[in-house]
């Protein structure tokens, strides 16, 4: 029988193994010539801009799993900056709902038509609670851009964490609404990833290509350039799955940035507002915390995110709410109970 290290070792080797096929030695080459990408394809950006940066970015956490239904803790947070002064920084109520699987999330359609005053025109479906906490999070995120989109002055940027497409179909037209919304009043609109599954050439990872294509060709950051204009360079079976709005990019956003980032920017733009839009995203990304990361984004999230003290907090008031109804420690332990906690302890 061969030995247990053995095998692991063999399923080290084999992962380690596939990891060097996603990613060549001649990783930057072969997007090259796949894209017919050459230095002019990179388009350098001055980082100056005159308006304000408008983050918008939200958070979500299980609080309490009973396998039959979950308990989620959802937020959204906006931070607007203009250069290096705060605008303002805005957080909803942390919002407590119930993710079940199945059909129908009360709780979603009630949050929905508080936000948007129509009720979901698709039903939150999914069988995964941690999928569905994140759609209603995406809710309150798309209900804050919107309330930003309103507010800011033309010319101003909105940057969402995340994407411009929807991972789910109720918020189709709310995506489009926003869309208009921002086209009607002349601000800007962009969606900036921290981590993509964007792949090109059947399964190789499009931002490290971009980047080593940049280092081979010589261009200084920042700079960014459109992955999506090349035909049929995108792997379409995991970006396309809902309407796709915008144009990818891969942008370098300062010298010093650790990584590159995945930027969506609606199609319709034309290249001045494209420009421009990459013009403010570098004049934000100096931030020593992290370099070519736009620090408004990173205020948003630390301002939105659910630590664990905010979850043990909500934890322990539904605990509370619950003896109030004349339940005991023992109701507790039958509906949420996890074994895993009794093997944390040894």
């Not at 308006?51 to 803790?73: E, M, P, R, T, Y």
């Not at 179909?169 to 599954?197: F, M």
């Not at 995991?238 to 891969?250: M, S």
């Amino acid at each position: 029988m061969v030995e247990q290290k053995t095998l692991y070792l063999n399923a080290i080797r084999r992962v380690a193994g596939r990891i060097r096929d996603s990613v060549p030695e001649d990783l930057a080459g072969r997007f090259k010539a796949a894209g017919g990408f050459d230095v002019a394809s990179y388009r350098r950006c001055r980082p100056e801009f005159g308006g304000a940066v408008c983050a918008v970015d939200g958070s979500n956490a299980i609080v309490l799993d009973a396998g039959c239904f979950a308990i989620a803790a959802v937020r959204a947070s906006v931070s607007a900056y203009a250069g290096d002064a705060r605008l303002c920084r805005r957080t909803t109520p942390l919002h407590i709902v119930t993710v079940n699987p199945g059909t129908g999330n009360e709780d979603f359609d009630t949050l929905f038509y508080d936000c948007f005053h129509s009720s979901p025109k698709v039903h939150l479906d999914h069988d995964d609670p941690i999928r569905n906490t994140a759609v209603i999070r995406d809710t309150l995120e798309f209900w804050a851009a919107m309330e930003m989109a309103a507010e800011l002055d033309t010319g101003d940027l909105i940057v969402l964490d995340g994407t411009l497409q929807v991972r789910h179909a109720s918020h189709d037209e709310v995506v489009e609404n926003l869309l208009n919304l921002c086209n009607l009043r002349g601000v800007l609109i962009a969606a900036v990833t921290k981590r993509t599954s964007l792949t090109w050439g059947g399964g190789h990872p499009i931002v490290p290509a971009a980047e080593g294509l940049a280092r081979d060709l010589g261009v200084p950051e920042p700079w960014y350039i459109c992955v999506s204009a090349a035909d049929g360079l995108i792997d379409r079976r995991e970006t396309y799955l809902w309407k796709q709005r915008g144009e990818q990019y891969v942008a370098r956003l300062h010298p010093r940035a650790e990584r590159a980032f995945k930027v969506e920017i609606p199609k319709y733009y034309s290249p001045e507002m494209v420009d421009r839009v990459f013009s403010a995203l570098a004049s934000f990304a100096d931030d020593g915390r992290v370099p070519g990361y736009p620090y408004p984004l990173l205020d948003a999230h630390l301002t939105t995110k659910i630590g664990k003290d905010a979850v043990d907090q909500v934890r322990q008031d539904i605990i509370r709410g619950m003896d109030l109804l004349g339940m005991n420690l023992a109701d507790y332990t039958g509906i949420f109970g996890d074994y895993h906690d009794e093997f944390d302890r040894y």
